[in-house]
């Protein structure tokens, strides 16, 4: 499996183009199933998952076309999906082990074709991340669901019929494959306790363009008014406010200065506003934001929510730049229960972290030090490559795989402002 080297103390300034994001991706994809018409979708950022995706969507019936390779300096394909039919109505296990969004088939599936028969997720690195809630908005949808070797059985042969979904805990999945399957159920549906997060409202928004009538789109109550039919649409998506938060982190621990271009300032809030409490400087320009750390990077607490809260896909990156400010930052995981798998690898870069329970203790030291190191998820992986940036020496990063789920050529984009990064080909 490939690696990746970096040498750390190198300052980055310049340019990154932020590439469209993964979890909106993943979810618009999935929003072909929902009509018979093409569905053409630009912006599309090249990674692992979104392959994972299609070529699920490709075994369902989907004819998947790609035009438009990523040009040098920009990112992003446009594809175009058509589910003329739907010929299979299984999404296997090979498939959903390997992503657990593959998930997003379920609600589309059973809204157009009465069926669905999606493999149980399984274990996760960063938790058990159940898909009870899933489940139990189709079941309030009318589908009949029944646990069977491993797999989800939903079964609607006459439809689905609206319904009130009160959601106990915010699910962005679950909120994407509830408002998927709605769309085309009799009648209406209120979602209670929607995710509001930009990759629920871009979906949303381009369910309206495929003719779904949707109110309260970014709000926490989505009502759905339920249509016999959708059709295709053409849709840009969301650039990725993930991939800008760390490339945002990753100025700030090498003390430098970057624009993320097509980066949104709202879509970062609540991050912006602890890196503004750690000494980092975001300001909005034509283009996106310029991310800067002048003077001395100070502690900053911070607790992960659901949005618009501190997400927990930049908690890890946070925590690497926490490592080397000046006091004490206390870091409080709420949404996954074992995300701090990165803990034990930024100690071993020399960082002085205390875990109890949910929250991470973080003494800022002077310096990190490269180190050989490897994570079990993306967001971990991302983190061990910035403590990398900052780090006196090399680091190596093994299980690259981890990080091309997530990232669209990372280390070409961070080489191309000045970090000294090189992907490290395994030999065949
Ligand atoms: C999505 C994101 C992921 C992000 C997470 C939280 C995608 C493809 N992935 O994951 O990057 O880290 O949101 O922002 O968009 N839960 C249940 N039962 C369920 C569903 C969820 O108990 O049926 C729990 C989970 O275990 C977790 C919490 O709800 O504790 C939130 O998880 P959820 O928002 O569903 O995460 P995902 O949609 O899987």
Do not use: W
Request: glycine share 10%.
């Amino acid at each position: 499996m490939d690696s990746i080297r970096i040498r750390g103390g190198q300052t980055l300034r310049g340019k990154i183009h932020i590439s469209g994001a993964k979890n909106a991706s993943l979810p618009l994809l999935a929003a072909s199933l929902l009509t018979d018409e093409p569905l053409a979708l630009s912006n599309v950022p090249h990674l692992v998952d979104i392959v994972t995706m299609a070529s699920l969507l490709g075994q369902l019936g989907v004819d998947i076309k790609l035009n438009g390779m990523p040009a040098a300096g920009r990112t992003g394909r446009r594809m175009e999906l058509k589910a003329s039919n739907v010929s299979n109505i299984t999404a296997p296990y090979d498939l959903v082990r390997k992503m657990r969004a593959s998930i997003l088939v379920l609600g589309p599936l059973v809204a157009r074709t009465g069926e669905a028969r999606v493999s149980l997720p399984g274990g996760c690195a960063i938790g058990s991340r159940p898909v009870d809630l899933h489940m139990g908005a189709l079941r309030k949808l009318g589908a009949e669901m029944e646990l069977d070797s491993g797999y989800i059985h939903a079964r609607a042969p006459h439809g689905l019929r609206g319904a009130e979904i009160v959601f106990p805990t915010v699910t962005v999945t679950g909120t994407e494959n509830a408002m998927m399957a709605a769309t085309l159920a009799k009648g209406e549906t209120t979602i209670v306790n929607a995710a509001r997060e930009p990759e629920v409202v871009d979906l949303a928004q381009c369910l309206v363009k495929m003719g779904a009538e949707i109110d309260g789109i970014g709000s926490d109550r989505l009502r759905i008014t339920g249509k016999d039919k959708l059709r295709g649409a053409i849709h840009s998506i969301v650039p990725d406010r993930i991939e800008a938060g760390t490339f945002a982190m990753a100025a700030a621990i090498t003390e430098g200065e970057l624009e993320l271009i097509g980066a949104k300032l709202e879509h970062l809030n609540s991050a912006a506003i602890v890196l503004n409490e750690a000494g980092v400087t975001i300001t909005e320009t034509s283009e996106g934001l310029l991310v800067k750390c002048a003077g001395i990077l100070r502690g900053a607490d911070i607790m992960t929510e659901p949005f618009p809260g501190f997400p927990t896909d930049l908690q890890a990156q946070m925590m690497a730049l926490m490592s080397i400010a000046s006091g004490a930052s206390m870091i409080t995981e709420t949404i996954f229960e074992n995300r701090f798998m990165h803990v034990p690898e930024l100690r071993r870069m020399g960082a002085n972290i205390t875990i109890h329970n949910s929250s991470a203790l973080v003494r800022g030291v002077p310096i990190l030090r490269g180190a050989e190191v490897m994570a079990t998820d993306l967001r971990a992986s991302v983190s061990l490559a910035l403590a990398g940036l900052a780090a006196k020496g090399d680091t190596i990063i093994n299980r690259v795989y981890h990080l091309d789920r997530g990232y669209e050529r990372l280390e070409e984009k961070l080489a191309a402002c000045g970090a000294d990064m090189e992907r490290i080909k395994a030999a065949a």
